[in-house]
């Protein structure tokens, strides 16, 4: 009898300090390398409102379990630890494998190397030897009762660590989702699929229609660049009109086969032709200043006006007739300061949905309306930055009085809006997020238009030392205008 329990305590002791090893290692590289691990928790799909806490109390509780399995009084205490840190990171990831989303691992070491389909397995290889080394402690002198009793305490604890960990998935995902703690998610391997060089970067995109991508050019606005889709062959068409009808240099082209439309919102002109030929066929004359222009329809525009009723700027709907008639609607935008600079932003239109949807620069909001400019919702993107950040200055010129933006905080300076969602360029970086990294990309947020929920982020990385700055999405893939280059990226992963 002496001889079998001899073994069995040697048996206890073996898996005891396998576990010793393992804890002690894993502390020790993850306090190592501190801060990737805090962004590590950061980025995960289940914890991340909690990474600050669980940055330090998982090595702690770490050394503190294998501590106590150092020493033979306190051994029951620490498998009994053991057992339920490794049922809780078995857990952990079989909820990242069965309802989140990839994240790198956060174990450090040589265990950051394991797929999260091995490293379940090692975890769950642990748990059985906690489980052994817990039934071998039971002493043989015990009633039976006494050993039902004893397993209850490690059956309770599995159930505790598994109750926890679904527990703080749940309340992660309301925190990210509606609490708004400004932890980003992000979305990895968006792989880069193709380029094409491009002449300069004044480009911006214009239009698209099977399988052709229009941009136009703000140095040229006569010129409209045909590139296909793969980004394989290019061709460029230049927009004939009549002398007296050429517009300004401001003027930007939209695309809706059959037809373009050379607006000029500075004169309140716009030129409509055919895309067969790139004559125009018609010029309209308007008596109102317009900008941030998206065409909605059949000669239908929608556009941002000053309202000289509300001193501040309106969206509005304006009709591409002889005299182009607009209406504008005061309420969509929300003044904060001035109404002039604290709503200016970026408007886009979903062509799948028929939504607009105008994004303000200096704040974390968004409005999302119907073609008609009826209200159908406000959302919020995931930055703090809840009130315009603005130094303006009136300056006196000709008996009036003019405003001049002195300076600034850019939040959101890019977005567009497709099949559902909207596509947001933020500059404000989030919790956890390595500021190395943070300098080298872009960081796009998505958001659900049905719901003004945040869904994912991902990066896209500089291109020969150019960051991304005007962007469009077309089905599943992202475009962005990166110094002289137009660059796809594949989106099939994230949605």
Same mark, same amino acid.
């Given at each position: 009898?002496?001889?079998?329990?001899?073994?069995?305590?040697?048996? $206890?002791?073996?898996?005891?300090?396998?576990?010793?090893?393992?804890?002690?290692?894993?502390?020790?590289?993850?306090?190592?390398?501190?801060?990737?691990?805090?962004?590590?928790?950061?980025?995960?799909?289940?914890?991340?409102?909690?990474?600050?806490?669980?940055?330090?109390?998982?090595?702690?509780?770490?050394?503190?379990?294998?501590?106590?399995?150092?020493?033979?009084?306190?051994?029951?205490?620490?498998?009994?630890?053991?057992?339920?840190?490794?049922?809780?990171?078995?857990?952990?990831?079989?909820?990242?494998?069965?309802?989140?989303?990839?994240?790198?691992?956060?174990?450090?070491?040589?265990?950051?190397?394991?797929?999260?389909?091995?490293?379940?397995?090692?975890?769950?290889?642990?748990?059985?030897?906690?489980?052994?080394?817990?039934q071998l402690s039971i002493k043989p002198s015990q009633t039976l009762g006494q050993k039902h009793k004893k397993l209850l305490v490690p059956l309770s604890l599995?159930?505790?660590?598994?109750?926890?960990?679904?527990?703080?998935?749940?309340?992660?995902?309301?925190?990210?989702?509606?609490?708004?703690?400004?932890?980003?998610?992000?979305?990895?391997?968006?792989?880069?699929?193709?380029?094409?060089?491009?002449?300069?970067?004044?480009?911006?995109?214009?239009?698209?229609?099977?399988?052709?991508?229009?941009?136009?050019?703000?140095?040229?606005?006569?010129?409209?660049?045909?590139?296909?889709?793969?980004?394989?062959?290019?061709?460029?068409?230049?927009?004939?009109?009549?002398?007296?009808?050429?517009?300004?240099?401001?003027?930007?082209? =939209?695309?809706?086969?059959?037809?373009?439309?050379?607006?000029?919102?500075?004169?309140?002109?716009?030129?409509?032709?055919?895309?067969?030929?790139w004559n125009t066929i018609k010029r309209m004359d308007g008596s109102v200043q317009f900008s941030d222009y998206q065409i909605i329809g059949n000669d239908s525009?929608?556009?941002?006006?000053?309202?000289?009723?509300?001193?501040?700027?309106?969206?509005?709907?304006?009709?591409?007739?002889?005299?182009?008639?607009?209406?504008?609607?005061?309420?969509?935008?929300?003044?904060?300061?001035?109404?002039?600079?604290?709503?200016?932003?970026?408007?886009?239109?979903?062509?799948?949905?028929?939504?607009?949807?105008?994004?303000?620069?200096?704040?974390?909001?968004?409005?999302?309306?119907?073609?008609?400019?009826?209200?159908?919702?406000?959302?919020?993107?995931?930055?703090?930055?809840?009130?315009?950040?603005?130094?303006?200055?009136?300056?006196?010129?000709?008996?009036?009085?003019?405003?001049?933006?002195?300076?600034?905080?850019? $939040?959101?300076?890019?977005s567009f809006a497709n099949n559902g969602l909207l596509y947001v360029r933020s500059k404000i970086k989030g919790r956890y997020e390595p500021p190395k990294t943070?300098?080298?990309?872009?960081?796009?947020?998505?958001?659900?238009?049905?719901?003004?929920?945040?869904?994912?982020?991902?990066?896209?990385?500089?291109?020969?030392?150019?960051?991304? =700055? =005007?962007?469009?999405?077309?089905?599943?893939?992202?475009?962005?205008?990166?110094?002289?280059?137009?660059?796809?990226?594949?989106?099939?992963?994230?949605?």
């Amino acid at each position: 009898m002496k001889w079998r329990q001899k073994h069995k305590n040697i048996i $206890v002791e073996i898996i005891s300090f396998l576990f010793i090893l393992l804890f002690v290692y894993a502390a020790i590289s993850k306090l190592l390398d501190f801060e990737n691990f805090q962004i590590q928790l950061g980025q995960s799909p289940m914890l991340s409102a909690y990474a600050g806490m669980l940055a330090w109390m998982v090595p702690v509780l770490e050394l503190l379990i294998a501590l106590l399995l150092a020493f033979s009084k306190s051994r029951t205490v620490g498998l009994l630890g053991s057992l339920t840190l490794m049922v809780m990171f078995s857990a952990y990831i079989y909820i990242i494998l069965g309802f989140g989303a990839f994240v790198p691992c956060s174990c450090g070491g040589v265990l950051e190397k394991m797929g999260w389909k091995e490293h379940l397995v090692f975890n769950l290889v642990f748990v059985l030897l906690a489980v052994i080394a817990l039934q071998l402690s039971i002493k043989p002198s015990q009633t039976l009762g006494q050993k039902h009793k004893k397993l209850l305490v490690p059956l309770s604890l599995c159930l505790f660590g598994i109750l926890t960990v679904s527990g703080m998935f749940l309340s992660s995902e309301r925190m990210i989702y509606h609490e708004n703690p400004f932890i980003r998610r992000y979305s990895h391997g968006i792989p880069k699929t193709a380029d094409i060089e491009l002449k300069g970067n004044a480009y911006y995109f214009a239009g698209t229609n099977a399988g052709t991508i229009y941009l136009g050019n703000y140095s040229s606005p006569l010129w409209v660049t045909l590139i296909d889709t793969a980004l394989q062959t290019k061709e460029v068409k230049i927009i004939k009109a009549p002398e007296r009808d050429l517009p300004s240099i401001a003027a930007q082209v =939209r695309i809706k086969e059959p037809y373009f439309y050379l607006i000029d919102g500075q004169i309140s002109r716009i030129l409509k032709g055919n895309t067969s030929d790139w004559n125009t066929i018609k010029r309209m004359d308007g008596s109102v200043q317009f900008s941030d222009y998206q065409i909605i329809g059949n000669d239908s525009l929608a556009i941002k006006a000053y309202n000289s009723n509300e001193d501040a700027y309106s969206l509005g709907a304006m009709q591409i007739k002889d005299s182009l008639p607009y209406t504008l609607s005061p309420g969509i935008l929300e003044k904060q300061v001035d109404g002039i600079f604290d709503v200016d932003g970026t408007l886009s239109y979903d062509t799948d949905t028929k939504e607009l949807v105008y994004v303000y620069y200096y704040r974390n909001g968004f409005t999302v309306t119907d073609k008609r400019l009826n209200l159908k919702r406000r959302g919020h993107t995931i930055d703090t930055i809840g009130q315009a950040q603005l130094k303006i200055d009136t300056v006196q010129t000709n008996s009036r009085n003019q405003r001049k933006l002195i300076s600034s905080l850019m $939040v959101n300076p890019s977005s567009f809006a497709n099949n559902g969602l909207l596509y947001v360029r933020s500059k404000i970086k989030g919790r956890y997020e390595p500021p190395k990294t943070w300098e080298q990309t872009e960081t796009i947020d998505v958001y659900e238009l049905s719901t003004g929920n945040y869904r994912t982020s991902f990066y896209i990385y500089k291109e020969s030392g150019a960051l991304v =700055r =005007r962007f469009f999405v077309i089905g599943d893939h992202f475009y962005g205008f990166a110094g002289n280059k137009l660059v796809r990226y594949d989106l099939k992963r994230m949605l």
